[in-house]
């Protein structure tokens, strides 16, 4: 008996994962399984103060590469709102910021 799991590619970033039941975001297009693991990130940064100053970079390039295929005026906005950030955070020269404690 052989014990696999199927897997389906998120329609968003194209990443292949375990096949799951489970919720998506509200407008931002992905499967189940990328939601859950984008959550997992979130949860260790906004548990680590170290993980923190890279926050911002985690939630605009899921954004950017979950845009959503309604093109809606919210997912228009939502994407050219993290194109834009991603956009200052790379061309600066200043480093992330740091948490504060």
């Not at 899921?62 to 194109?83: E, F």
């Amino acid at each position: 008996m052989s014990n696999t799991t199927s897997h389906t590619r998120c329609t968003g970033c194209g990443a292949l994962l375990p096949n799951i039941d489970g919720p998506t975001h509200k407008y931002m297009t992905s499967t189940p399984a990328c939601y859950a693991h984008f959550n997992t990130i979130l949860a260790a940064e906004y548990s680590d103060p170290l993980l923190l100053p890279v926050h911002r970079f985690s939630v605009d390039t899921y954004a950017v590469k979950h845009p959503g295929h309604d093109k809606t005026r919210q997912q228009i906005q939502s994407v050219g709102l993290h194109l834009a950030r991603l956009g200052l955070q790379l061309g600066s020269d200043l480093p992330p910021r740091k948490p504060m404690m």
